[in-house]
């Protein structure tokens, strides 16, 4: 006697993106932690000393968070107007910052007060960094300069003037104290040399430049601007590597994971994309609520930290391996388990004599249904919402079976409004699925069949037929276009095919 | 040693298990069951087949016990005679002439008479002479009942033989024999709801006065009071929702057992009907069923020639399983390279794996993996075409289920061959690979396995490849599963013409696609169409010419034509088409360079050499029937044959299907010799359940068979001593128990080889006394332990001396002495 063979669910191929290594990395990050922040995100920064805190800069004010605080460690907010900007020297102890008055501040961290403002730029200052050696600033500024100033004594040490527009980007190197390399509105990309008295390589990126960032080499620089993200290599002399165009609004923000191995952008379109740096391939995709301006990733990428227009702040933490083990020890405590488990792993010794005890198989509930043939009553499970929704692929199956043992017509009929509105709910949504259609058209015709006496009792079931038909005429239309263009491809690939000659023989004399 | 040619059309297995009921023996040890012309004796445990009893020239038609001696058998068959058979030894002891063929026969302790349904719808009593006679004929004929049906089911006796009821359409009729007075029952034509009222069956109560009938519509009625011819009553039972095919009470009349198309067995207690028990999924309907005479078993015969046995608790213990025989054959006759097994359509939705050489079905590939609906009417899936790669690693299939309203559900599944489990285990499957029907499917046949391709034609002018897609981005992707699966390679098509058939090359460099006229050849590893042939009518089947025709292409075609290419010269080579009246079948040998040929009409067999034009070998009518597929089987070991005209079995086997299901080969003259031989050698008595031990013993004995055969001519000798073997026959089939101590038998041995007495002339009257002591005692234990005295038998035979008739009696008076003083001298 062969036992019940359960219904085959039938595997479709998963649509839409792979499951890779990348995938699944950025996805081993918590539900996101947000924070509503005054005005919209403009600059995050990472501390680059351990517990690493990071500076929010939005609106009038810039506070700093813990890792994994949600409340700030600190604010300053003795700024006049907007500020801009903050960045953390490198040793964690001072921050810089600037503001639309133009005047730049240098704060220590645990003070409040600025510990010195630089005055000399008379737009709004945009760009704020320290150089390698820790004892001088960079600015860049809406006045179409940067500056270079002398902390101890907060004085303007070489002003440069190359720009013909805004300056809103720019990085120090962290190799060479003299090395700085800026970004403009005048679509270029300058590096300079504070030993000269000009830029030593200009860079024409070919849209207003909205964000930069060295390798932790320094050999490659990435730039941002427009929908373009590109890459140059500047022990070439800045020779244009690669150029990438994935967003489809501009670009505001680039990051580097820990390692280098990958590079992240995010754009005003809400997205942030992850680039493979091996092939500049995007191998992730973030999605976020509104328009990002800035991003920044923790160091060995503990947590991602994205600011947005609307002014909220989003934080995301790694997931860490002890939280996940923690989980698995709590089920392992949990006594059920022993429970299921007593007497199963017992092995039974030579002289024994075993019992052995017929395994009952488990069958799904549809299945069991199936197997006393109760019809109506298998796709009345396979119908409930939770299968419905989340595994249509399960009706789907069910259908099929009842179709194949010629008992769909059974099944269908006899039907309250509810049931038959539910049964008309997953039609609807599945119908024009092209995996599912052949199948549903069958079932469709035959409730039309069996339900068209009662059309015109229910406003409810009425509803949902001229739903259906008016999903049908929109799917007729579409296919019908989809081989128009077909048609025109086939045309075009023919006449651009080559013609080939083939040896032809042995043309049949048969006698 | 010079052979002749002599080849001669052998069956070879396959017949029909479900034909007749069978009937199980008083001790429920086993089964006996008509097969084709011979009658089959099964095990009930162990399910193997221990005799056939052979004689009849026609099909067997019936098998019933002799009442009077529950160790003998009588079988009818349709060549007019009535064998008396003793089953247990597989000996025909009596040939009953009755000279009209046999359809079915009945018989009843009470009766001295058997009831034979023979023509005209009669069923006829026979008196059989009591004679010694081993040919007798039977002449005492008297017509029972007229109008029978010759559904055997359809006539059964009841309370032990008083009276016989028989069913008709839509009439019962009860025949007394002690007062000769037969009483008739009608039903009505036609219920209320359409019912169809037909009797198909009939059992008796063997201890009440109760008749049940099965019906077209399910229903089963238990007939009462029916002596009278007005006040009979009925019951009705109605669980059945299509015709109940088989009744049967159980000798105590406790229970009734039912069965139909649903493949249920329903057990029905007797007048408790509302109880039940059922043991549903036998795996196919239900022709008949039968209890064995002590109510210990039962046991129900499938439509697909499939016996199962079950205990009285409803639990199946064993399944005898013959050759399944399809509603059609679609998939053709296959050869599985690994197991040499021969594959065919099974079951609905499997594929049945038959041994050939032990004919016997292996095991049943399930490759729909539905559940089957025993419902007449339904389209179910079926499996319409496989294929084997050259390693027997891969096994593609295909399914398609053809509705009227919907389209066409075609499945391509992918099998991959797993060494743990010894079976193929589903790796891909491509629902709906083709938009239309698959026309043929072929495997590229190249011995590295590395690059495994498939190309299947289908009837939307395409045709595609199918390639094992190599797991290459793993490191990228991780998948679900890390096997390898089966992705679409190449989409190929002609004008778009529809491509009928396709075979690749011997070394895999070729692909040929027939597009009805065109053959169209393509190079699979750019995919470029090299070039084509032309030929008017369409071209049917297609295949490459193997190992030193390699170079011929060969197809046949529409109009009756076998084409010849050269590829070489890229010619059709026109002396090798001879015109022929219809080619239906065409098959070509894998291993040989041989092609055979099957015409339909004619019944006959051509195998030509693709270079030649002359058939080597040409059969006509090799049997009675169409044959419709055929199969060159590789040999396991190969003949050496010097005669040209049987030169092509030498490494193959052609094995052909007839529409009765019987398998048919080709054999030469001294192959069967040699295979009857090895049967007659083969003879061990396989009643003794398997268990390691006989395993042990089984091997040893094997080993010591072919040691005998190695040194035949000393064999020879020695069974020339009939006297000696006997003797020594004698002393060891005697009980352990029974026999003194081995130091007797050491001493006695001894005394044989130290005296050389050499007087032939013995008294037979003490032997023959001897003779029959001997049969008294071994008679019990003759059946537990034949195969252990034997091995020990051809044990010593091997390395004792022969001894004489004078020995042996002197053993017998050296036995009856007492000589514990010798076994004492010996010891010390």
């Avoid at chain 1, 700093?64 to 907010?77: A, H």
């Avoid at chain 1, 500049?280 to 060995?300: E, R, T």
Wanted: hydrophobic residues 35%; neutral net charge.
């Amino acid at each position: 006697m062969a036992s019940f063979k359960p219904t085959k669910i039938q595997v479709y191929p998963k649509l839409g993106e792979k499951v890779t290594q990348d995938t699944l990395y950025w996805k081993n990050y918590k539900a996101p932690v947000q924070i509503k922040e005054f005005g919209a995100v403009t600059s995050i920064d990472f501390s680059p000393v351990t517990p690493h805190n990071f500076a929010v800069t939005a609106f009038t004010r810039i506070h700093i968070y813990g890792p994994f605080s949600q409340e700030p460690v600190k604010s300053f907010t003795r700024f006049k107007d907007t500020a801009y900007c903050g960045r953390f020297r490198s040793d964690g102890q001072l921050l810089v910052a600037g503001c639309e008055d133009s005047v730049v501040r240098l704060f220590d961290v645990s003070g409040k007060v600025a510990l010195r403002l630089f005055k000399g730029h008379t737009k709004a200052v945009h760009l704020t960094d320290f150089t390698s050696d820790r004892y001088q600033i960079l600015t860049g500024s809406d006045d179409y300069t940067c500056r270079l100033w002398d902390i101890p004594n907060a004085t303007e040490l070489t002003t440069y003037r190359e720009h013909t527009d805004y300056i809103r980007c720019g990085v120090t190197s962290k190799l060479n104290r003299d090395l700085f390399i800026t970004g403009s509105y005048d679509h270029t990309v300058k590096l300079f040399d504070a030993r000269v008295e000009k830029s030593v390589i200009t860079m024409d990126h070919g849209q207003p430049v909205e964000s930069v960032l060295l390798y932790p080499s320094e050999g490659l620089l990435v730039s941002a601007g427009g929908r373009h993200v590109k890459v140059w290599d500047l022990l070439k002399g800045g020779q244009p590597l690669v150029s990438l165009k994935n967003h489809h609004k501009t670009v505001t923000s680039l990051a580097l994971s820990s390692n280098g191995q990958r590079l992240l952008s995010a754009s005003l379109d809400r997205h942030v994309k992850v680039y493979s740096t091996t092939n500049y391939k995007v191998v992730h995709n973030f999605d976020y609520a509104a328009s990002i301006l800035s991003l920044a990733l923790a160091p060995d990428d503990e947590s991602i930290v994205v600011g947005m227009t609307n002014s909220i702040l989003s934080i995301k933490h790694r997931k860490n391996q002890e939280d996940s083990k923690e989980i698995a020890g709590q089920q392992r405590r949990r006594p059920s388990y022993r429970v299921f488990v007593k007497g199963k792993n017992y092995v039974p010794k030579q002289d024994d004599y075993l019992v052995s005890k017929p395994v009952k198989e488990h069958l799904a509930k549809y299945d069991k249904q199936l197997r006393r043939f109760n019809v109506s009553k298998a796709l009345d499970t396979a119908l409930e919402t939770w299968i419905r929704f989340r595994k249509p692929e399960i009706t789907m199956a069910v259908i099929k079976e009842l179709d194949r043992r010629g008992t769909l017509k059974n099944a269908l009929a006899g039907r309250d409004e509810r049931g038959l509105s539910q049964l008309l709910n997953f039609l609807i949504g599945n119908f024009v699925d092209a995996r599912f259609t052949p199948v549903l058209v069958t079932a469709a015709e035959m409730i039309l069949d069996i339900y068209q006496s009662i059309i015109g009792q229910s406003p409810l079931v009425d509803r949902q037929l001229l739903r259906l038909q008016d999903l049908v005429e929109k799917e007729l239309d579409y296919q019908k276009e989809l081989l128009e263009v077909l048609g025109m491809l086939d045309t075009m690939f023919a006449s651009s095919l080559p013609r080939k000659e083939v040896p032809c023989s042995g043309i049949g004399k048969l006698e | 040693m010079v052979e002749h040619g002599d080849i001669r059309v052998v069956h070879c297995g396959g017949s029909k298990l479900n034909f007749r009921d069978p009937v199980i023996t008083h001790d429920s040890r086993f089964l006996l069951c008509a097969s084709g012309e011979a009658v089959k004796v099964f095990s009930t445990s162990t399910e193997e087949c221990i005799h056939e009893l052979r004689g009849h020239t026609g099909l067997v038609t019936g098998v019933l016990l002799r009442p009077s001696n529950h160790l003998q058998v009588y079988s009818s068959s349709l060549d007019g005679t009535v064998r008396l058979w003793d089953f247990t030894d597989g000996i025909l002891i009596k040939t009953c002439v009755i000279g009209y063929p046999i359809y079915s026969f009945y018989a009843s302790a009470k009766h001295e008479n058997i009831f034979v349904f023979a023509e005209r719808f009669q069923l006829v009593a026979v008196h059989l002479p009591q004679s010694g006679d081993q040919l007798v004929e039977a002449r005492e004929l008297s017509a029972v009942l007229s109008g029978v049906n010759p559904n055997p089911a359809a006539i059964a006796f009841g309370r032990g033989g008083e009276f016989i009821a028989s069913v008709n359409d839509l009439q019962l009729e009860v025949y007394f024999f002690k007062k000769q007075k037969s009483y008739r029952f009608f039903l009505k034509e036609d219920n209320k709801k359409g019912g169809w009222n037909t009797f198909t069956c009939v059992a008796c109560h063997p201890k009440d006065d109760c008749i049940a009938t099965g019906h077209e519509d399910g229903k089963i009625r238990l007939w009462r009071n029916f002596n009278h011819k007005k006040e009979y009553t009925y019951s009705t039972l109605h669980w059945h929702h299509s015709a109940v095919s088989s009744l049967c009470f159980t000798p105590e009349g406790t229970n009734l057992l039912s069965g139909g198309v649903e493949s249920v067995l329903i057990q029905w207690r007797y007048k408790q009907e509302s109880e039940r028990d059922f043991l549903p999924r036998l795996g196919a309907a239900i022709t008949h069923i039968t209890v064995s005479p002590d109510g210990s078993l039962f046991c129900t015969s499938h439509s697909d020639n499939k016996i199962t046995i079950i205990q009285s608790c409803v639990k199946v213990s064993a399944v005898i399983q013959g050759l399944v025989k399809g509603d059609s054959i679609r998939t053709d006759l296959m050869m599985d390279p690994r197991s040499k097994a021969l594959v065919l359509n099974g079951k609905p939705g499997h594929l049945q794996f038959y041994s050939l050489q032990r004919d016997k079905l292996l095991y049943n590939l399930d490759i729909v993996q539905q559940e089957y609906i025993h419902e007449s009417g339904l389209q179910q899936f079926e499996v319409v075409k496989a294929a084997f790669d050259a390693s027997g690693l891969w096994l593609a299939t295909v399914e398609e289920r053809h509705q009227k309203a919907a389209e066409l559900e075609l499945n391509l599944k992918l099998w991959a061959f797993d060494e743990q489990t010894q079976s193929f285990v589903l790796n891909t499957t491509i629902s709906a690979p083709h938009d239309a029907q698959i026309t043929a499917m072929s495997f590229r046949q190249t011995a590295d396995s590395q690059t495994t391709l498939l190309v299947s034609t289908s009837k939307d002018g395409h045709f595609k490849a199918w390639q094992l897609a190599a797991p290459a981005h793993t490191e990228d992707y991780i998948q679900s599963v890390n096997c390898p699966s089966w992705l679409c390679d190449f989409v190929g098509a002609y004008h778009g013409l529809v491509p009928e058939c396709c075979s690749f090359s011997a070394d895999g460099s070729l692909l040929a696609v027939a597009f009805q006229e065109v053959v169209t050849v393509w190079s699979p590893a750019t995919w470029e169409l090299t070039f084509f042939f032309f030929s008017p009518p369409s071209i049917s089947d297609l295949c490459f010419g193997r190992l030193s025709c390699s170079k011929y292409l060969l197809g046949t075609t529409a109009s009756n034509l076998l084409c010849c290419w050269n590829l070489l010269t890229c010619s059709c080579k026109t002396s090798p088409c001879i015109k022929v009246l219809s080619t239906q079948n065409f098959f070509c040998d894998s291993l040989n360079r041989f092609i055979s040929l099957f015409l339909s009409f004619l019944l006959s067999v051509f195998v030509f050499k693709p270079s030649e034009p002359r058939p080597l070998f040409s059969r006509k009518a090799v049997c009675s029937g169409k044959v419709t597929q055929a199969v060159f089987a590789p040999r396991e070991e190969m003949l050496e044959s010097c005669e040209e005209s049987s030169q092509w079995l030498n490494r193959s086997q052609l094995y052909f299907l007839t529409q009765q299901m019987d398998l048919m080969t080709f054999t030469t003259k001294a192959e069967e010799d040699r295979l009857l031989a090895s049967s007659k050698q083969l003879v061990i008595d396989d009643s003794v359940a398997m268990t390691p031990f006989y395993l042990l013993l089984g091997k040893h004995r094997q080993q010591q068979q072919e040691h005998r055969d190695s040194d035949s001519s000393l064999w020879a000798e020695r069974t020339a001593l009939p006297q000696t073997s006997a003797s020594i026959k004698e002393l060891l089939q005697t009980p352990a128990h029974v026999l003194p101590s081995t130091s007797y038998l050491c001493s006695m041995f001894v005394q044989s080889l130290l005296i050389s007495v050499s007087d032939a002339r013995s008294a037979h009257a003490e032997e023959e006394m001897e003779s029959e002591k001997e049969e008294e005692d071994s008679e019990e234990e003759m059946e537990s332990s034949r195969s252990k005295p034997e091995l020990v038998a051809a044990a010593t035979e091997s390395d004792a001396p022969a001894l004489t008739k004078a020995q042996a009696r002197e053993l017998r008076r050296v036995r009856k002495l007492d000589h514990s003083w010798l076994a004492g001298l010996l010891d010390s």
